[in-house]
């Protein structure tokens, strides 16, 4: 038996943590990646729908 989910429940979060603040939208296109300081990689990225730009810092992969 599932759970009937109610059509107004708000979107879960996306797993990587990133959407737009201003639509909500998950679309956002890598402008460009740059290395930040304590190892860490800064992102600049860009709304596909609204074209609002954010920049963010996370932990460089490896
Ligand atoms: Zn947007």
């Known amino acids: ?34 290395k930040a300081p304590l190892g860490r990689v800064r992102r600049r990225r860009e709304c596909r729908h609204c074209g609002k730009r954010t920049t963010t810092y996370e932990s460089e992969e490896r």
């Open 1 to 34: 038996m599932k759970p009937a989910k109610p059509p107004s429940a708000p979107a879960p979060p996306p797993a990587s943590g990133l959407c737009c603040r201003d639509c909500g939208c998950r679309e956002l296109r890598v402008i460009y990646m740059r």
